[in-house]
């Protein structure tokens, strides 16, 4: 009885951390560039009273075993990296990856980051940065004259000084992807980094070797669906309340053995 105590909690425990992932979600239901997670679990050790094919009093092969599993744990939270939808914006600097790729961004320590929020800005210095003052890699400068800002879908970028017609192509941003973008270590800022899991960055220009192409004017959405995290919150709630009634049910029988008369 015992056992169904700590199996019971390790449920509990398991979808308590389920509930948290869900809620993540929902919360950056309007983050830009945000990919939803999962959570996923996996059942743990066995406590074997009988084995499978042992020899039987009578001396015939035991058909079956017996096994009394111990609970559940988390095995992974994986992120998933699928399209979110856009949303036009007709910023000029406002830009989206159709298909696979990060932008690369470069830190204040130095090191890079990588993100799917392509929501950038232009500072005091007249060069392409995240919301939050991080440079564009490779970085790329405006002058003061640019009237008109142009970025195609391979990432070449091309402005209109005061005074001219002719457009002047002053650089070209450059997209990232990973072997495994799973990998990945969520840093905050809607910003990852690369690690052993994730591979070593690829560099490549959009709409090549398998890179996206890249959009100006919109943004990339996060790919949250709330019906479907209702439904996974309702499934999460259950499990929790029906874990706890275990528990419940394994006390009533401890109390019931505790309270025996002769």
């Known amino acids: ?13 398991a979808k308590q951390l389920a509930m948290d992932v869900i809620a993540n979600n929902l919360a950056n239901v309007n983050t830009t560039g945000f990919k939803k997670s999962r959570v996923e679990f996996q059942d743990l050790m066995y406590q074997t009273l009988k084995l499978a094919g042992g020899t ?5 092969n035991v058909p079956t075993g017996i096994q009394v599993g111990l609970g559940t744990r988390t095995s992974a939270i994986t992120r998933n990296f699928t399209q979110g939808d856009f949303v036009q914006t007709d910023n000029a600097t406002d830009l989206t990856i159709e298909g ?11 090191t890079y980051a990588y993100t799917r929020d392509g929501s950038f800005k232009i500072d005091s ?4 940065v995240t919301s939050d003052g991080y440079l564009v890699d490779p970085e790329i400068n405006f002058d003061s004259d640019v009237t008109d800002i142009s970025i195609a879908p391979d990432g070449t970028v091309a402005v ?3 005074g001219s017609d002719e457009p002047d192509v002053i650089g070209q941003i450059l997209l990232v992807k990973f072997m495994s973008p799973s990998g990945l270590m969520s840093i ?3 910003l990852y980094k690369a690690t052993v899991g994730s591979g070593e960055p690829v560099e490549g220009e959009p709409g090549m070797d398998g890179f996206g192409t890249i959009s100006q004017g919109f943004l990339e959405m996060s790919n949250v669906k709330v019906v479907d995290e209702m439904v996974n919150m309702i499934i999460a709630q259950r499990a929790y309340e029906v874990n706890s009634k275990a528990i419940q049910t394994a006390d009533d029988m401890l109390a019931t053995a505790n309270n025996l008369r002769r």
């Open 125 to 128: 210095e007249s060069r392409l």
């Open 160 to 162: 209109i000084r005061e």
């Open 100 to 110: 696979d790729g990060f932008f690369r961004v470069i830190l204040p320590d130095g």
């Open 1 to 13: 009885m015992m056992r169904a105590l700590w199996s019971a909690a390790t449920g509990m425990a």
């Open 56 to 60: 039987s009093s009578r001396g015939s």
């Open 188 to 190: 905050g800022r809607n």
